[in-house]
């Protein structure tokens, strides 16, 4: 995964070799909304194949005295 000022978060396939032109797919777009921390949480119960991941997602622009604000993205 990848994530920066451009406030796209992308999944790349590690597997691929050689010149790679685009991520397999974009997780969270957003131009307005630069990223500059992402942090994944999967929990639920293996034996069911019932899994929730979530992506929390720091960045923006009204960041201040206060801090950075972050976002929840559920999958």
Known sequence: ???GVDGKIC???SF???QIGAPICVLVSNQDYPIY???IFEAGDNADCKKKSSICVGGGNEGGFIGVPASLHNF
Do not use: E, F, I
């Open 1 to 3: 995964m990848s994530w």
């Open 11 to 13: 999944m790349w396939d």
């Open 16 to 18: 691929s070799q050689g």
């Open 37 to 39: 921390a992402v942090d």
